[in-house]
Every structure is written in structure tokens, then in C-alpha cells.
């Protein structure tokens, strides 16, 4: 089960030390699903039962103007992987859960986020404990966005009428006021657009039992990897899935589960979420940061590398 209760704190607690993160106590039998967040659709990796079962959850389709889109969201999610409804099933999604935090007045506006500063800092110093140099072990984050640049995202008129309908339920009071700005002319990233679907997601798993925590793929592969080189995706999709999937097959094995042999990059995307944690579970430890405006990021670690960031509280139901 998750120790949810007891980890970080309320909005007046002073944050954890980077170096002395919580840890998460999962059941043995807890289903674990990793999923990869896109612009039309969801991947899903489900790890449980001695096997990793991958699906897909379309995000278009149907009436997605209708009022209820993010409860339409969690009907086709519970369809699709029903073990999001047990008891300690576990969510570890590839995406914040919501925008940045806006500056508090009198304060200038953060450039990153907490959570990016405390792993970042957790990352330096597992590089720095491993025996042999890790040189492919880093972090590459793309910043997430403070609220003002998704209102500006769904205002635009290329907005994926799906990702539109999701804001105007995550920031109706931001979406209902008027705004000044002008996007005529102007696109925003699509890396902004992603990010509303990623919003939506955890809006729509808050009515299951499932605890949702986010988690970075590239980070997670890099770390099972041992610090290894790992082929960029835009090197090529089969050098880059073929590392991959090794990667996928080998925590699988650990973990006794069946090897799920993704045959998307963003299949394996979800798969190596699941299968990290997997490996932790048995043989390891998640680690998890928690800010109270920003979310929970989990971080499956192997023996080694949760020794060396000096992990000292356990947190069990």
C-alpha cells in the first residue's frame, strides 16, 4: 500500500532535503501502471500478475466539446486498464501534474520548478557515489510552464479541440477572464500542449484508488542503464527502440514479469516506468519527492543508488 499520508506535508511544512527523500512502500501484488502522456493518446504499461500488459487510450473522439470530457477520460481509462481500480494500484505518469507554480507576490517568478531542483541534485549526487563513471547518467528537463502560457495555449485557435475542451475544466476561472494577449499569428509549443493532456489525466485518475506520482522515462532508462550510453530518439527509431527494449527486457526478468517488447517508443516509454518501479519493489527503493503546489515525483533505485542518496525513512501503511 502507499504511504501516502505521511509523505511531505502540508503547504506550511519546510520541503525535504534533496539528499533525504521519503520513500514509497508498495504491496507485492499492487498493479503498477506507467503511462506516456501525448497529444491524442495515452500508452499504457500495466505491470502485475507476473506479466506487463501494454495498451492505448485514444484521447480523441466522441464528443470531446462536451461538458465532463476529464470524466469521459476516466470512464475510457478504466475500460481500458481496470486495474486502476484495486487497491494500491500505483500511476506513474510522464507528465507534471499541473503548471508551474505562479510567483508569490514581492517574489520574481522560479525559472524551474522544486521538484526539477530537488532531483536534479538527487541525480548529481548518485553520479557522484556510482564506482565508474556514469557519463551518460544527467538530467534533461524541459521547463514546465507557468498557468498563464496553457490559458494562452487553449486560447489559440490551433488548439486540438480535445486539449481545449480539457483546459476550459482544469483553469475556468483563468479561461473566463479576458485577455489582452493576441495569438493570432503565434503557435505554442507542443510540448505545452501535452502537458494539458497530462493536467487532465491526473484530474481524471483523482476518482480512482490509484496513487498518481510522476516520473521521467529518459531519467529512469538512464539509470537501469548504469549510466550507459542511450541512443537519443531522434538518432532513429530502431537503434533507439532496440536499446529500449533491452533495457525493458532485462528489469522484466528481474522483476519476474513477462517481457512486454514495446513496439512503440512511447510504448516503451510507459513500459520502463513500470518495470523500474517493479525492480525497486523487489530489490530497491522509489523514492519520492513531494512539493505540495507541484505534485509527487517517483524514483525507482536500485540497491546502490537509494544508498547513495541516503534514504532514511521507509513509509508503509
Not at 481509462?77 to 486502476?84: K, N, V, Y
Not at 537501469?224 to 542511450?230: A, F, T
Not at 503546489?293 to 540497491?303: T, V, Y
Amino acid at each position: 500500500m502507499i504511504a501516502g499520508a505521511r509523505l511531505g506535508g502540508g503547504a506550511e511544512s519546510r520541503p525535504r532535503a534533496a539528499t533525504n527523500p521519503a520513500t514509497m512502500a508498495l504491496a507485492p501484488d499492487a498493479p503498477i501502471v506507467g503511462i506516456d502522456v501525448g497529444e491524442r493518446a495515452l500508452d499504457l504499461a500495466i505491470a502485475g500478475a507476473g506479466r506487463v500488459r501494454l495498451c492505448r487510450v485514444a484521447l480523441v473522439g466522441g464528443d470531446t466539446r462536451a461538458r465532463g470530457a476529464i470524466a469521459q477520460l476516466t470512464v475510457r481509462l478504466l475500460d481500458a486498464a481496470p486495474e486502476l481500480a484495486l487497491p494500491g494500484a500505483v500511476a506513474i505518469i510522464d507528465s507534471p501534474r499541473w503548471p508551474r507554480a505562479s510567483a508569490r507576490p514581492a517574489e520574481p517568478r522560479p525559472a524551474s520548478r522544486r521538484i526539477d531542483r530537488r532531483l536534479a541534485a538527487i541525480v548529481r549526487q548518485i553520479k557522484a557515489a556510482r564506482a565508474t563513471p556514469a557519463p551518460a547518467l544527467g538530467l534533461w528537463l524541459f521547463p514546465t510552464p507557468a498557468l498563464d502560457e496553457f490559458v494562452r495555449c487553449a486560447r489559440d485557435s490551433a488548439c486540438p479541440a480535445h486539449l481545449a475542451c480539457y483546459a476550459c475544466e482544469l483553469f475556468p476561472e483563468s479561461l473566463g477572464r479576458a485577455s489582452g494577449d493576441s495569438t493570432e499569428g503565434r503557435r505554442e509549443p507542443v510540448f505545452t500542449r501535452f502537458m494539458i493532456a497530462g493536467f487532465a489525466l491526473y484530474s481524471a485518475l483523482a476518482t480512482t484508488p490509484a496513487e498518481c506520482f510522476e516520473g521521467y522515462p529518459d531519467l529512469a532508462l538512464r539509470l537501469w542503464n548504469n549510466g550507459g550510453h542511450l541512443p537519443p530518439k531522434r538518432a532513429g527509431r530502431r537503434r533507439a527502440l532496440a536499446a529500449r527494449r533491452r533495457i525493458v527486457a532485462g528489469l522484466a526478468r528481474r522483476s519476474g514479469l513477462d517481457n512486454p517488447r514495446p513496439k512503440t517508443l512511447d510504448q516503451a516509454d510507459a513500459a520502463i516506468l513500470a518495470v523500474s518501479a517493479a525492480a525497486a519493489r523487489a530489490s530497491g527503493a522509489i523514492a519520492v519527492i513531494e512539493e505540495p503546489e507541484e505534485g509527487r515525483f517517483a524514483l525507482a533505485l536500485d540497491h546502490g543508488d537509494a544508498a547513495a542518496i541516503r534514504i532514511t525513512e521507509a513509509l508503509a501503511n
